[in-house]
């Protein structure tokens, strides 16, 4: 991916924003300071909770070798009440073990949790954007992206800060304009779609007859969208209640 540079060899911006050529040579303009602001913060982010998950798991190497930890506790607490000439029932000393047992599970419960909203976040931030600006969607689908990302978006994934895609089983998708390097986002959709065994109900200008085509214009009255029953029954159950409240079905 390139800057658009124009003859005088000074970048182009639209609405403010810098112009990029993409190795397919489409063009598309980013805000990149916002972009890499949002990747910075979420990297910082998931790494702060990656290091408190480490420092758990450090504390717990203490008691590597104990095979029962409560009964370790437990016989340390009667030691150390003896040394104090302090006798303690056995029931109390049982009570705290259970609630510095509690603590620590609540800790690792809680850290599991930031993380797994670190990379939800993560993930819409960087798929969902990827979907919003996706220009093969724009040029060729007649499902908007929103309706693309909910159909495919279980196809695609983040690893290292970066987007990859998966075929139907499983396997990362692969470039074809570059050999040996993940597909982008366009390229993974693009080859999804080819492999779908309806794709002519999800593409512009296939399958049309007559004067109009059979997917769905997105514009009906009053601005409500439209789309076709094929393309309905394409979208899961959460997506088909969605779109059962934001578009008008046509035969």
Known sequence: MKLKLDDKGNAVVLDG???YVQDDGKEMAYD????VHKVNARAAQSQRVEDENKELKAKLLAFDGIEDPKAALKALGIVKNLNGKEVVDATEVERRIAEASKVFEGRLSDAANANEAL???LFETLVGGAFASSQYIKDKMVLPADFVQARFGNNFGVEKGRVY????N???ILSKLKPGELATVDEALEQLISAHPQRDSLLKGVGSSGGGSHGGSFNGAGGKRTITRSQFDLLGVAERAAA???ATIVD
């Open 119 to 121: 990379e939800s976040q």
């Open 244 to 246: 059962a409240k934001e």
């Open 170 to 172: 499983g396997n990362k």
């Open 165 to 168: 895609a998966v075929d139907a």
């Open 32 to 35: 990149v300071p916002d972009l």
């Open 17 to 19: 924003k810098p112009v």
